[in-house]
C-alpha cells in the first residue's frame, strides 16, 4: 500500500488532499488540531493524530516512533506532504502581536524542518520510492505587505526544498524533494485576507477581485493538481515548482 503522511489534513486543500488520497486507496497518516470528517472507503485506510504543529518537536519524535514500527517491505511508496501553515491576522509587522508571529513561523517553517527530518532519518533504509513535497506558496517567492511571517515561512521553506534535494540527491536512493505553489485556493486564509481591514492591508481589494471574478481554484482542484505533480515520473527533479494556471 502507498503510505502518506500530511499534514493540515481536516479542512480546505488538507481535507481535499485527504479525501483524493484516501479515494486512491491509500494509507494516510493524517496529523492536524482536528481529526478531518471524512467517510474512508474501502480498501483505503486512515489514522488521525491531533496535535498543534506549533509544538512539533514531540510530534516529530512521535512519527520517527511510529515509522520505525512500520513494516517496509509492504510499503510501496512513502510521500510526507507538509502542508499546515498559519497566517497573520493581516498588518504590519509592527503592528502584529509577537505570538501571533511565533505561531505563523513554527508552523509554517520549524514544523515542516522537524517533521522532514524525521521522515528522512525513520525511511532512509526503506527499498521503496520517497517523496518529500512542501507545500508553499507565491508568497514564498515574492513579498507582501501585511503578510511578513507567512512570507517569511514560506520563502524558508522553499529553500529547505532546495538545501534538502542536494543532501538527498547525493545519498543513495534519496528521496525526491519540491517546494510546490499551488494557487490561489478558496479557503478560510483567502477568507481571512479579504475580509481584512483595507487600512491595514493594502492588498484586500486584490483577493477580494479574485473571488469576485471567480478566479479562486475549489480546494479540490488544487488537491488534484498537487497529486498530479507528485505523481509524475521526473518528481523532484528540481526542488521547485508551481501549478498556478495549470489546469
Not at 526544498?161 to 540527491?169: K, S, T
Not at 528521496?175 to 491595514?200: E, F, H, K
Request: with cysteine; hydrophobic share 50%; net charge neutral.
Amino acid at each position: 500500500m502507498h503510505l502518506t503522511i500530511l499534514t493540515g489534513a481536516s479542512r480546505g486543500l488538507g481535507l481535499a488532499l485527504t479525501a483524493q488520497l484516501l479515494a486512491a486507496g491509500q494509507r494516510v497518516l493524517a496529523i492536524s488540531r482536528h481529526a478531518p470528517e471524512i467517510e474512508v472507503p474501502a480498501g483505503a485506510e486512515l489514522v488521525c493524530w491531533t496535535a498543534d504543529l506549533a509544538e512539533a518537536a514531540p510530534v516529530a519524535a512521535q512519527l520517527a516512533l511510529w515509522l520505525a514500527a512500520q513494516d517496509a517491505n509492504a510499503i510501496e511508496s512513502a510521500t510526507l506532504i507538509n502542508n499546515a501553515g498559519v497566517i497573520t491576522p493581516p498588518a504590519p509587522l509592527a503592528d502584529t502581536a509577537a505570538g501571533d508571529l511565533v505561531n505563523a513561523i513554527r508552523v509554517g517553517l520549524e514544523a515542516p524542518l522537524l517533521l522532514s527530518a524525521a521522515f528522512l532519518q525513520a525511511t532512509a533504509g526503506w527499498a521503496c520510492p520517497r517523496k518529500l513535497l512542501l507545500v508553499s506558496s507565491g508568497l514564498g517567492r515574492r513579498g507582501m505587505a501585511g503578510a511578513t511571517a507567512y512570507c517569511a515561512a514560506k520563502a524558508g521553506m522553499d529553500n529547505l526544498a532546495r538545501a534538502l534535494a542536494l543532501e538527498e540527491a547525493a545519498r543513495p536512493q534519496g528521496a525526491g524533494v519540491v517546494s510546490l505553489a499551488p494557487g490561489v485556493i478558496d479557503t478560510d486564509m483567502q477568507l481571512q485576507l479579504r475580509g481584512a481591514d483595507p487600512a491595514r492591508f493594502a492588498e484586500q481589494k486584490n483577493f477580494a477581485a479574485l473571488k469576485a471574478g471567480g478566479r479562486l481554484d475549489t480546494p479540490e482542484q488544487a488537491a488534484a493538481k498537487l497529486l498530479r505533480y507528485l505523481a509524475r515520473p521526473d518528481f523532484g527533479a528540481e526542488p521547485m515548482a508551481d501549478v498556478r494556471g495549470t489546469p
